[in-house]
């Protein structure tokens, strides 16, 4: 076993270069099936683990709500779907990737307010949402949100809706931070936690997979607005481009269409389609 | 089978061995099976929840490329700080302090530092101070834990390596009029490194568990964190943590199984004398299996 | 300088942290011990049972373990270990992970001990009538207790360091607490020079005292 100091340098500054060479090469490229036209290519920043809204498919594709809105939006940018590259954008890392450019655009159950309109831009909205209660699909002791004070919520690190329902409506109600929302299903499921709270588009997806089918419920309460948009980097001239696909896709029936078929087998009774620039 | 702890068992000493053995089965038993019972109440054991895993989909877009991830961020942080860790292992036994003292200070400061803490800081650091993409950040900010963290590991490992060397080794090479430099690279370095291949391997496995804190505090697609998104699409919380679980174990048992072979090897090459000589079987008591404390093993422990 | 500390309990996040080092490290030197006892007993199915618990348990991440004690043991098992809210279940929940995975550490570092005892204390001791668990308790335990602080005092540092993991399931210790102040402070330097200290301030003292101590009770041959 001969091993010398200068060989096992050269070896390890050799595999190092190698490594960091790769590493900048590599990222999610391998979504984009290199045509070679090189009529460009658009990159969209969506969530992966959300059932009904962004979600990465067994196969490797990707389906939901806001994945259907970015092929529309991106066609009638002039891009294909084939030019469409897809990257992870975690609740967290939304404005920080639109600042750095690594995605030209953002849908990712985004809401408008006015926190993030001081870091990014905001096409549409394209959705209204509202906040709401998951609870067991057997359980009747909550039909409004104080009844939560003698209850326990589960959380999602780093999202504020638990804590907002706590501030606002039940302040002794027990909090639980879990690391995604199939973790609080779970919770929710063995009655370590009575609700799980996040926008009811967001619950109805998970409430609709195959595994929790009759298991859970909304709770049909409208703890806020929740005004979807679709971010860009601030001072972008993609706005006003991404405003007129978005009116185009509902008066041409699409948006009717992708959200028929994305809740429709959830039984979610979705609000119509806001108009542009117009929050609630 | 007898030890030096007891006296091969008579008769009545195996009847009562077999009693504990019989008593301590019966719990084990017990317990794994209020485990699994568990398990089934909650709907844990049904099949659709495994399916999965026998499928090539759950493997290809989730489980493999996480692994990949783990293995990529244990390999970039070993490559980089073995020869980090060399250097200040080599400049803590210099002979001028302006060089000994500033080493040793810097080692066994991020030595003290817990490796999440590291990791959180250069996390945070990369996205206010560069421009690496949000997707690279928390590979960059785990390898740049890892590094820094186990290169002053590697430093003592070295040091303690190149110390447990015959003083004869460096009398010789004094001798026969060799410079520092070349007496280190030489004579002692080669020595030591192959005394210390089975402490960096053992290390390797720490990395390979360090890897799963960047996972869960910031992102890292690594195999505990792709789990996250499995189970988003398969409503198998448990199930994939049971996976996931076992892949770690045997990816790691595969490692210190590798460090144990090089470590018989490398003592059996050293049979005569030499720097492992005092960890040889030396009238201590020696049980089934024990393996002799080695110069770096203390250090193994150090990571989650 | 330091006024971006108002606000945040500094001294709460570490002694969060130091409750949980002791309370881990005294469940982890039982269990610990109890495992050693085991892997060099008479019963070979106890043996067998410490030799794949410590080889399982020192090849799984600590960070799969803590978050394993919530969406299992919490979650799925509906273990509380007696807690009555949330905050203090995954405290303890957090001191159980630790203390199961340090535990494979310290057997471990006993059994090396234990291998530094001279053969003939053993011999000596079988030779006049002691059984297997007086011999263990009365002359090699006592002994190789004696030639492990050292490592055992890594173990301990490596244990407090090591508690940040919890932060995982959102026990609030002090890593936890880092990554709430650099996620809404600017003085990023700063703050992580803050929780470097502490840690060594923590780490620092217990090898310096456990490698006195060790020193002191070592014993002479």
Known sequence: ?280 | ?304 | MFDFLEGYDLLGAFWVTLQLTLLSALFSLVWGTVLAGMRVGPVPLMRGFATAYVNIVRNTPLTVIIVFTALGLADVYGVTLGAGDFDSQYFRLAVFGLSAYTAAFVCEALRSGINTVPLGQAEAARAIGLSFTQVLTLIVLPQAFRSVVGPLANVLIALTKNTTVAAAIGVAEAALLMKEMIENEAQLVLIAAVFAFGFVVLTMPTGLLLGWVGKRVAVKR
């Not at chain 1, 948009?229 to 972008?236: A, E, L, N, P, Q």
């Not at chain 1, 979610?268 to 542009?276: D, S």
């Not at chain 2, 080669?190 to 992102?219: E, H, N, R, W, Y």
């Not at chain 2, 994939?240 to 090459?269: D, K």
Request: glycine fraction near 10%; charged fraction near 20%; hydrophobic fraction near 45%.
């Open chain 1, 1 to 280: 076993m001969k091993f010398r100091k200068a060989s096992a340098a050269a070896a390890a500054a050799a595999a190092l270069a190698l490594t960091v060479t790769a590493c900048g090469g590599d990222g999610s490229t391998d979504d984009s099936a290199g045509d070679g036209s090189g009529t460009g290519k658009i990159t969209v920043g969506i969530k992966f683990d959300q059932p009904g809204i962004g979600l990465k498919e067994p196969d490797g594709s990707f389906s939901g709500m806001d994945v259907e809105v970015a092929k529309y939006v991106a066609g009638e940018l002039g891009y294909d779907e084939k030019s469409i590259t897809f990257k992870e954008t975690k609740s967290a890392d939304r404005e920080t990737a639109l600042q750095n450019g690594d995605v030209d655009f953002i849908i990712a159950s985004y809401s408008i307010n006015d926190e993030r309109k001081q870091k990014v831009d905001f096409a549409g909205p394209y959705f209204l949402a509202h906040q709401d209660l998951l609870v067991r699909a057997d359980d009747t002791s909550i039909s409004e949100a104080t009844d939560l004070n003698t209850k326990n919520l589960c959380s999602v690190t780093g999202s504020t809706s638990a804590q907002n329902v706590k501030n606002d409506f039940a302040k002794d109600a027990g909090l639980v931070n879990r690391g995604g929302y199939s973790e609080c299903l779970g919770a929710l499921q063995n009655k370590v936690v009575d609700a799980l709270t996040t926008d009811d588009s967001i619950l109805a997806g998970y409430a609709a997979q195959d595994q929790y089918k009759g298991k859970f419920k909304l709770a049909g309460l409208n703890l806020s607005n929740e005004n979807y948009g679709i971010g860009v980097k601030k001072g972008s001239d993609l706005t006003a481009k991404i405003n007129e696909a978005l009116e185009k896709m509902v008066s041409d029936g699409s948006w009717q269409k992708v959200m028929d078929e994305t809740f429709g087998p959830a039984g979610y009774e979705f609000e119509p389609a806001p108009k542009i620039g117009e929050l609630k």
């Open chain 2, 1 to 304: 089978m007898s030890s030096v702890l007891y006296d091969t068992p008579g008769p009545k000493a195996r009847v009562r061995n077999i009693a504990y053995t019989v008593v301590f089965l019966a719990l084990l038993i017990a317990g794994l099976w209020w485990a699994i019972a568990q398990l089934a109440e909650k709907g844990q054991l049904e099949w659709a929840l495994w399916e999965p895993f026998t499928r090539l989909p759950a493997w290809e877009t989730y489980l493999l490329p996480g692994l990949a991830n783990t293995l990529k961020a244990a390999a970039l942080s070993m490559v980089i700080a073995l020869p980090l860790g060399a250097l200040f292992g080599i400049a803590r036994l210099s002979d001028h302090a302006w060089i000994r003292v500033p080493a040793g200070a810097v080692v066994e400061f991020f030595r003290a530092i817990p490796v999440l803490i590291l990791m959180l800081f250069a996390f945070q650091f990369y996205a206010m101070n560069t421009g690496i993409s949000s997707e690279q950040r928390p590979l960059y900010a785990v390898v740049t834990g890892l590094v820094l963290y186990n290169a002053s590991v590697l430093a003592e490992i070295v040091r303690a390596g190149i110390l447990s060397l015959p003083t004869g080794q460096t009398e010789a090479s004094k001798a026969i009029g060799l410079r520092k430099g070349q007496m280190m690279t030489l004579v002692l370095l080669p020595q030591a490194v192959t005394a210390m291949l089975p402490a960096i391997v053992s290390q390797l496995v720490v990395i390979v568990k360090d890897t799963a804190l960047g996972g869960v505090m910031f992102g890292f697609t690594e195999l505990l964190n792709s789990r996250q998104t499995l189970a988003a699409n398969y409503a198998n919380v448990i199930p994939s943590f049971l996976v996931v679980a076992v892949i770690f174990v045997l990816l790691n048992f595969l490692l210190t199984s590798c460090a144990s072979w090089l470590e018989r090897r490398v003592r059996r090459g050293k049979k005569s004398s030499g720097p492992l000589a005092p960890t040889e079987p030396g009238g201590g008591l020696q049980t089934a299996g024990a393996v002799p404390a080695r110069g770096g093993n203390s250090e193994t422990v150090s990571g989650p």
